[in-house]
């Protein structure tokens, strides 16, 4: 295997012209060719979202999973993992040479992928208040595993990493000093998904990321835009917290800074009461009032359920507006992508999305749109005549976390191994 610098990089895989960026091996050809006769290397990749559990194991040469799958609720206790080791053993990996875990939040300190010590998990703990659905349950998840399977590393990988670069006109909020010093600014998050929308459309329009403006929208439970600028991410719809931006499954994304005052002195709630409605209680779930799963929104929609239709409207407006944001915010905008669980397997969802932005140069063709299925990885969507490609890209978060992963621990190694000569 070929690794310099501290990144893997593989003369097999895409966008090798792109050194620096995440590369995703081409399933046709990665498979062993990467390996050039090292043995395997196995690491299982933890992704503790909202909604949903993921989980796979990696052979980072490889860009086909040794096994992927996703337990659909987002517990992440003894049970949950009684399930991932018993998957990891029928899958026949006997051994372990590390475990990722997607941590959502870094803080303002964790900018790259790192292993879990003492001074790691602090960090992580520090900042559950800036994503209490996400970092105690990573952190609980980082315990189970280290019991699970004692001796292994761990690694924590960050979804604001991608965004730790971001200008400061975009992660800036305009409030007082006082504010901004105790840590109040904008941090962005999805960034595995968003780095690897980039790499694979960047591989499927065969154009390196420094001739790309993108608009990647990934939508799952959490959801959020992001536009990414000739490899960077310039802004991105989430913020300090995961609250900002779309309209999600439960959360209500975008509000008047001047709502939490006006219902904690009209309906008498306290902080606490508005912070659980604005992350469990709002969002599709409160539109719509059905649930917050997308999928039953849309059936109920289709029978003609008056809230939920107009809960799927107010959902996609959202996305539209950022899409045009954030095609203004770059000048121009080259392709907008779809990912996440929802982003990927609903054409009904990207059709609403997209209906209107013909102005941009932008045409959906309705039949490509349908025909897509996750199981293509990436696929281009877009009309002949459109100016702007339109795709739907697999994510593959748990690949990423695998990768990173593997980055860390052969930074690790090598020192190791300067050290010893
Ligand atoms: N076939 C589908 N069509 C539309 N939405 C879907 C479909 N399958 C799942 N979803 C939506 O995706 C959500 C899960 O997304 P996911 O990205 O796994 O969640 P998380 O935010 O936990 O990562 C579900 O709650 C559901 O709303
Ligand atoms: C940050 C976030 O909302 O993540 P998820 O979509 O996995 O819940
Ligand atoms: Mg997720």
């Known amino acids: 295997m070929n690794w310099a610098g501290g990144s893997m990089r593989c ?61 659909d609720h987002p ?12 998957q990891v053993r029928s899958s026949g990996v006997t051994s372990l040479n590390a475990i990722g875990h997607r941590v959502a939040h870094g803080g303002p300190f964790l900018r790259e992928a790192a292993f879990v010590d003492a001074k790691v998990e602090h960090e992580i703990d520090q900042a559950a208040a800036l994503a209490p659905q996400h970092n105690p349950v990573a952190l609980a998840g980082i315990r189970i595993a280290r019991e699970r399977w004692p001796g292994v590393r761990h690694v924590a990988v960050f979804d604001t990493a991608f965004h730790a670069g971001m200008p400061e006109h975009a992660s800036c909020y305009a409030v007082p000093q006082s504010w901004r010093a105790v840590g109040v600014r904008r941090f962005g998050f999805h960034g595995l998904s968003h780095q690897s929308v980039l790499a694979a459309v960047s591989s499927a329009l065969m154009r390196p990321p420094s001739e790309l403006r993108i608009v990647s929208c990934h939508i799952g439970n959490g959801a959020s835009v992001c536009a990414i600028d000739r490899g960077r991410s310039v802004d991105t719809s989430m913020g300090m917290t995961a609250l900002e931006g779309l309209v999600m499954g439960t959360r209500s994304g975008d509000l008047d800074p001047g709502v939490p005052g006006y219902v904690a002195r009209t309906l008498g709630l306290s902080l606490v009461q508005i912070e659980a409605a604005l992350y469990s ?27 939920a239709q107009m809960a799927l409207q107010v959902h996609a407006y959202r996305v539209r507006k950022y899409i045009g944001a954030y095609a203004a915010a770059m000048g121009g905008c080259d392709a907008v992508a779809f990912t996440g669980v929802a982003g990927e397997n609903s054409p009904t969802l990207r059709c609403r999305i997209l209906d209107g932005l013909e102005f941009l140069g932008l045409h959906l063709d309705e039949e490509r749109n349908r025909a897509f299925s996750p199981a293509s990885e990436v696929s281009q969507l877009q009309a002949s005549r459109s100016s702007v490609a339109v795709l739907a890209v697999r994510a593959r978060e748990q690949w990423v976390i695998a990768h990173e992963t593997a980055r860390v621990l052969n930074g690790a190694l090598s020192a190791e191994h300067e050290i010893d000569e």
């Open 11 to 71: 003369s097999h895989c895409v966008l090798s012209c792109c050194t620096g960026w995440l590369i995703l091996p081409r399933p046709e050809v990665a498979t062993s060719m990467c390996t050039d006769g090292d043995q395997d290397m196995h690491i299982l990749a933890i992704n503790a979202g909202s909604a949903t559990l993921k989980f796979g194991v990696f052979d980072p040469a490889s860009a086909m999973p040794v096994i992927e799958s996703t337990i």
């Open 75 to 86: 517990a992440v206790d003894a049970a949950a993992f009684d399930e991932i080791k018993q």
């Open 281 to 307: 209680d709002s969002g599709l779930k409160a539109l719509s009032g059905v649930g917050s799963d997308l999928r039953e929104i849309e059936s109920r929609a289709r029978d003609g359920h008056a809230a």
